[in-house]
């Protein structure tokens, strides 16, 4: 009778043991962070991907702005790039620029940030060289 206590015992010892180190493993694979794939042809997939989103916000803009926009400031002003909701417009002449931040002040942006999908927060004008 002691004996096969013992065996019992330091069966379920081992079982015990057993079943630790497994759950043991499995934590180590949750909590581990998975190994990134640092090829070329991985990055250029994100990069593609971050195009694609950020031509499709800038381009939705760009609609709204060729509706928005009054003609005479259409033709010398050109959104060129968004980045961080900041919509940067390069303008062919200091003129221009002083045109179109006054129509900012009035309620352009406020027009473009009603109308387009994409998230808006200011606009940068800049003169052309």
Do not use: H
């Amino acid at each position: 009778m002691i004996l096969m206590q013992f065996v019992f015992q330091n069966q379920y010892r081992i079982c015990v043991v057993a079943s630790k180190s497994v759950q043991l493993e499995q934590l180590r694979k949750w909590r581990t962070r998975p190994e990134r794939d640092l090829s070329i042809s991985a990055s250029i997939v994100e990069l593609r991907k971050s195009l694609r989103k950020s031509n499709k916000q800038l381009n939705s803009i760009i609609e709204v702005w060729d509706e928005i926009v009054p003609s005479q400031l259409y033709q010398n002003a050109t959104p060129t790039s968004l980045r961080a909701g900041t919509l940067f417009v390069t303008v062919s002449d200091s003129s221009t620029a002083y045109q179109l931040n006054r129509l900012l002040r009035a309620s352009l942006l406020r027009e473009l940030q009603k109308r387009s999908s994409s998230t808006l927060k200011q606009i940068k004008v800049k003169v052309a060289n």
